[in-house]
């Protein structure tokens, strides 16, 4: 036999294994994300990356994986954001009298979820790794491209602004008292 058929099939068995373990993870994040419509090219675009990639993803593949869905979320939102200003030039360019769907503004949300969207997106991001996927500061770190102290102070920060938004005091875990949001308007003395 060949060596690069033994090759072959090695790397094709590597790959069929990473796969088989990571999907269901892969796919849970990305329809977190984007939604079940839009998780399987999510899902297709990081396992080609993967697959392109075989020989740096790391013994530990998930955290890499979550980075290359990460890049496949903003190509998707990308691509949808420049449907939605073609859409809304060839609406224009037709003349159409139709007023846009505000039907998913019209249900009032819950006060969490409000105050979620409000937060930036490096801030959500964080906190979805956290809370969502379970990672670790050090997998939350190689997720975003950054140390695991970076992570930590990112996540910390993500954390404050939320319970800042909500008006409830951030219970750190470590035992040290709660911070509290500050309260806009008062002098301090």
């Not at 890499?64 to 949808?80: D, G, I, K, T």
């Not at 979820?113 to 937060?119: M, V």
């Amino acid at each position: 036999m060949d060596t690069s058929e033994g090759s072959t099939d090695c790397r094709a068995r590597h790959f069929t294994e990473l796969f088989t373990a990571c999907y269901t993870s892969v796919l849970a994040y990305a329809r977190r994300r984007v939604g079940p419509n839009l998780a399987q090219d999510v899902v297709a675009e990081t396992f080609l990356a993967a697959w392109r990639n075989l020989d740096e993803v790391p013994p530990v593949p998930l955290p890499w994986l979550y980075r290359a869905a990460h890049f496949a979320v903003a190509n998707q939102r990308r691509a949808l954001a420049r449907r939605g200003r073609l859409d809304d030039r060839a609406r224009l360019l037709a003349g159409s009298d139709n007023a846009p769907d505000h039907s998913g503004h019209v249900a009032e949300d819950l006060e969490l979820a409000a105050a979620f969207r409000s937060l930036n997106e490096s801030d959500r991001e964080v906190l979805r790794l956290a809370a969502w996927e379970g990672l670790t500061i050090d997998a939350i770190g190689a997720v975003v491209g950054c140390s695991a102290v970076a992570a930590k102070a990112r996540l910390y920060r993500a954390r404050r602004r939320l319970a800042g938004k909500l008006g409830m005091e951030l219970q750190d875990p470590g035992g040290h008292p709660p911070v509290q949001p500050p309260v806009t308007g008062e002098v301090q003395g």
